[in-house]
């Protein structure tokens, strides 16, 4: 599965639950906390993000950013990472 | 916005573009305005065209839309975006020019500068946000408010002894010969999003080829306006909005109105 994670902009976020509505994998909830503003925002409640975006896309504050693990060059066999 | 460093084996595949500003967005949870804004700002990094856009704000919930673009913005008085949109782009008609207006703006009190921009054929994008409210000054009735829909001003429903029908402005611009496309959007879901992209996509293009108004209309919700939360909202877009104002194009260069 590939899989993917998301930040979220706690102090931009409304907590509105569209990306909650929009996630597939069903892995982001609300939090405890609240932010400045006095909403309880978004965060990832569950490691099964794929990074499939929805919840970006469908972001009205533009909070959301999401990165996805690369997928694994064929042929080259498993990648190193080199420590700097 | 500070992001954390990319991890090990993680790439960045979707980030806020940067033609939008840091200034977070005053609109409510929920607003279809910010999808839209973010959409339109995306659309017009990736093309390229940041610094040869020139947006008109209108008066409604999105008047403060030139806080959030990091373009060139010019303010309109209510309802008369595109006739100051029309006046920029036969100045400079170089520049990409677009016009962004609510239901209120455009389909009433800008009734008359719509048709007439449409009609000329000016060569300008309308972005037309219907959520059939007047969302800022508290909810009451629009034009396009639906038959029965409660609102501060028809407590009791819309009737149409008394109100009328909805307008659905979006037909009838595309019956005027000056319209090039014409489409109707909405913002409330991931596939949503990603059409409505493709029709700003769409709309740019015919303007940086000179072929005449583009006109896309989203159909968005109103959380506040509709007292409903904004998951709720989108339910009842869904089941309400849409079966008077359906999604689709209706006038591609490909399939002219007859």
Redesign the interface.
Known sequence: MIRGKVTIAEEICKGCELCITACPQESLGLSDKINLKGYRYAVLIQDNCTGCINCALVCPDAAITVYRQKKPVKGVGPQVQIAA | ?D??P????????????QT?TET??H?????????VH?VLMEVIDEMGLQDRTIGVAPVGCSVFAYEYMNIDVQEAAHGRASAVATGIKRVLPDRVVFSYQGDGDLAAIGTAETIHTVNRGENILMLFINNGVYGMTGGQMAPTTLLGMKTTTSPYGRETSLAGYPLKITELLAQLPGSYYVTRQA????AA??KLKKAVQLSLQYQLLNKGTCFIEVVSNC?SGWKM???ES?KWLEANMFPIYPLGDLKTPAQPMN
């Open positions: 916005m992001l954390p990319i991890t090990n084996g993680f790439e960045l595949v979707y980030q806020k573009p939008l977070p967005m609109y409510c949870p929920g607003c279809g305005h910010g999808v973010r913002a409330h879901t991931a999003v990603r959380p939360t904004p998951t989108n």
